[in-house]
């Protein structure tokens, strides 16, 4: 990276604590605020005025005008090998993924193809405001080999792992267990710690793993704890049954896992929907992340996963798109159905929670709360500048915009990618490389 020193000036918001805990204390929002950056990290961030004297001759100055500044959005679980499989039509769960699904992923033995893929996925995720996320890859580790070197390229924060999956696939689709810990292997020893990027070993789900599998992650993880673990827990009702016939011996869904050792502060499970009270209490005991994933839970119509119940249960909760159940790359629109969904059980998401929830929220359930999701000096300068008026109907609802917690609650149920004026990756513009979209914005007043 060659050295730079840059501010960023305009209105600031981000999160120092959980609004859900602290309420209006939680967050920070400076009307006319400062944030100097050098080398892609945070300096020093506070009002312009105080701060504007520590500007040196020649350091750009990008003003942003009447846009918001947030931290990058993280999104928790998505899957980069689905880009194609957005919007195709199934029953349920297993019949989208037999139909579709582990069709489309069998291209991805195209090392090609995957790196072509993971190009188009990584410009859309920054160019929604997307700055990390945690991405399964196909069982092909060449395919998890070329989105790494593409997240490296891109220079963004990603948590990425091969699928591991030795049963209940077409056959194009299977490792071994011998296989799938010899491939992750070899992809933690070349991608975990390499810059910003972090494995995560990725049983796909109970059903696509024998036991000899599962057991092959847990030793793996055991070899090397620092990385995640993500997989799929209780999505389904029939998923759940199909489970509960392969694992007889298990309590429940949650025990399957728990069984094997699959239960630890790094382990990350997508969904999370239909758990009783024993394997909510499991999960919050281990520290274990369950993910919801509002857009492909309604998509498919698997089910509603209730907040305020993970919550009174201590149970942590990330939040994701799910990339191609999901229907949208915009965490914002994932914030949108995450509402109405808490809406349907019986509670609510404020904004506060909700920017909360895509923000500092993510990076803790990440162990990434040290490096991203808040402004402090020290920290990664990934941040998004976004429009609360970017289109004639928000800019309509804006005029009687009432307060910071209004205009976030219009951003997340009126808002997408094109609410997303900019996205910043350690201090420099992303600037999206597919054929038609936005030429490289002029240095210095870009707004
Ligand atoms: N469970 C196992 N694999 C998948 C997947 O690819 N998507 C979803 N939504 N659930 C899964
Ligand atoms: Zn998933």
């Keep these: ?126 160019s929604h405001g997307t700055t990390t996320a945690a991405v399964f890859g196909s069982v092909h580790p060449g395919a998890t080999d070329a989105f790494f070197a593409e997240a490296e390229r891109h220079n963004t924060r990603m948590i990425a792992g091969k699928v591991m999956m030795d049963r ?22 070349r991608w975990h710690g390499h810059g910003r990027l972090a494995y995560a070993i990725s049983p796909r789900f109970a059903i696509t793993s024998t036991p000899a599998q ?16 993500q997989t799929h827990l209780a999505e389904s009702r029939r998923e759940i049954e199909t489970v509960a016939a392969l694992y007889p011996e298990a309590a429940d869904y949650t025990d399957v896992y728990d069984r094997f050792g699959l239960l ?22 281990a520290g274990s992340v369950a993910v919801h994933c509002p857009t492909s839970n309604l998509y498919l119509g698997s089910g509603l996963y209730d907040l305020a119940a993970a919550r009174a249960a201590r149970q942590i909760t990330a939040l994701a798109t799910d990339i191609g159940a999901g229907t949208s790359y915009s965490m914002l629109q994932t914030l949108n159905e995450a509402y109405k969904v808490q809406k349907l059980v019986g509670g609510t998401l ?73 996205t910043y990756v350690m201090g420099e513009r992303f600037v999206p490389e597919r054929e038609g979209l936005a030429p490289p914005p002029a240095p210095g007043m870009a707004f």
């Design 214 to 229: 599962l057991d092959a992650a847990a030793a793996l993880h055991r070899a090397h704890p620092e990385c995640y673990l």
């Design 1 to 126: 990276m060659k050295p730079f020193q840059r501010a960023i000036r305009g209105r600031l918001f981000w999160f120092v604590e959980d609004p859900a805990e602290t309420g209006a204390r939680a967050y920070r929002y400076l009307d006319d605020g400062l944030m100097l950056i050098r080398n892609g990290m945070i300096t020093a961030i506070g009002e312009a005025i105080v701060l504007e004297r520590q500007i040196g001759p020649g350091m750009e100055v990008i003003e942003t005008g009447p846009h918001l500044v947030m931290p990058g959005f993280i999104d928790a679980h998505l899957h980069f090998p689905q880009t194609q499989v957005i919007a195709s039509h199934g029953a349920d769960l297993l019949d989208w993924l037999n139909r579709y699904t582990f069709i489309e992923e069998q291209r991805f033995a195209n090392p090609a193809h995957a790196r072509k893929t993971a190009r188009f996925f990584l410009d859309t995720l920054l």
């Design 350 to 422: 404020p904004p506060l929670e909700a920017f909360h929830a895509i923000t500092l929220g993510n990076a803790e359930a990440l162990n990434l709360a040290h490096l991203i999701g808040s402004f402090r000096p020290g920290r990664e300068a990934d941040f998004v500048v976004l429009d609360s008026a970017a289109t004639p109907a928000m800019a309509h609802r804006m005029e009687r915009c009432q307060s910071i917690e209004d205009e976030l609650f219009i951003l997340m149920t009126m808002g997408d990618d094109r609410a997303v004026k900019a």
């Design 168 to 189: 209940g696939a077409p056959a194009a689709l299977l490792d071994t267990a011998q296989t799938s810990y010899d491939e992750s292997l070899a992809l933690i020893e």
């Design 264 to 285: 630890t502060e790094r382990s990350l499970f997508g969904h999370a929907i239909h758990l009783d009270a024993r394997e909510r209490a499991r999960l919050a005991e």
